[in-house]
């Protein structure tokens, strides 16, 4: 073989290994929230304080009451992956209507708004090399006005959660929403939407 030929027979390898290395594409953006428009049960947040549901046919939203002693606070934990950019969204109104998200590595991002129209709020949040959960959680202040929340989204790449949270890891956790009976996740559970 000449060394021309060994060269070029080198250099095919390298590019097809380079191939090979970059064929995988990456996972797709999906959205991680369960319910964040609460048009649906099982209501998948965990609530402290006065929270109602408020709306019309499929236009729900979600209205907190914070006190003296609660800022009427809401959260779901959503399953992520290491070393991630995530962006979470929300539509909110009212004074000190805060959305964030917090992980066990010290993830630690959180937006607000006093605007008593709905307006969109978004904070980017970056995971750590271990981190596998997220906590996704919105509120009021206290002793404040009431605030609603209408939409809450958290997308990134991922694997889309199964309706009911995933039985078999860490999950969001299943609680009754406000006035609504709600089943605990399981591996046959769907979701009913609310007209």
Same mark, same amino acid.
């Given at each position: 073989m000449s060394a021309l030929t060994a060269a070029a027979a080198t250099i095919g390898l390298a590019s097809g290994a380079g191939f090979a290395a970059g064929a995988a594409d990456p996972l797709p953006r999906v959205e991680l929230v369960l319910n964040g428009a609460f048009n649906s049960y099982p209501w998948m947040w965990t609530c402290d304080g006065d929270i109602r549901t408020s709306?019309?046919?499929?236009?729900?939203?979600?209205?907190?009451?914070?006190?003296?002693?609660?800022?009427?606070?809401?959260s779901q934990r959503v399953r992520v992956l290491p070393n991630s950019s995530y962006l979470l969204q929300a539509t909110v109104r009212g004074p000190f209507a805060f959305v964030g998200v917090t992980g066990a590595a010290g993830e630690n991002a959180s937006?607000?708004?006093?605007?008593?129209?709905?307006?969109?709020?978004?904070? $980017?949040?970056?995971?750590?090399?271990?981190?596998?959960?997220?906590?996704?959680?919105?509120?009021?202040?206290?002793?404040?006005?009431?605030?609603?929340? $209408?939409?809450?989204?958290?997308?990134?790449?991922?694997?889309?959660? $199964?309706?009911?949270?995933?039985?078999?890891?860490?999950?969001?956790?299943?609680?009754?929403?406000?006035?609504?009976?709600?089943?605990?996740?399981?591996?046959?559970?769907?979701?009913?939407?609310?007209?």
């Open positions: 709306g019309v046919p499929h236009d729900h939203y979600v209205s907190g009451r914070p006190t003296a002693d609660s800022t009427a606070r809401c937006t607000w708004s006093g605007q008593g129209s709905w307006n969109n709020l978004s904070v $980017r949040v970056n995971t750590g090399p271990e981190t596998t959960e997220l906590t996704v959680y919105f509120h009021g202040w206290y002793e404040q006005a009431p605030f609603d929340v $209408r939409w809450v989204s958290l997308t990134g790449p991922g694997y889309e959660p $199964r309706p009911c949270g995933e039985p078999d890891g860490p999950s969001p956790t299943a609680t009754d929403g406000p006035g609504s009976p709600s089943p605990s996740p399981s591996p046959t559970c769907w979701r009913t939407y609310i007209p």
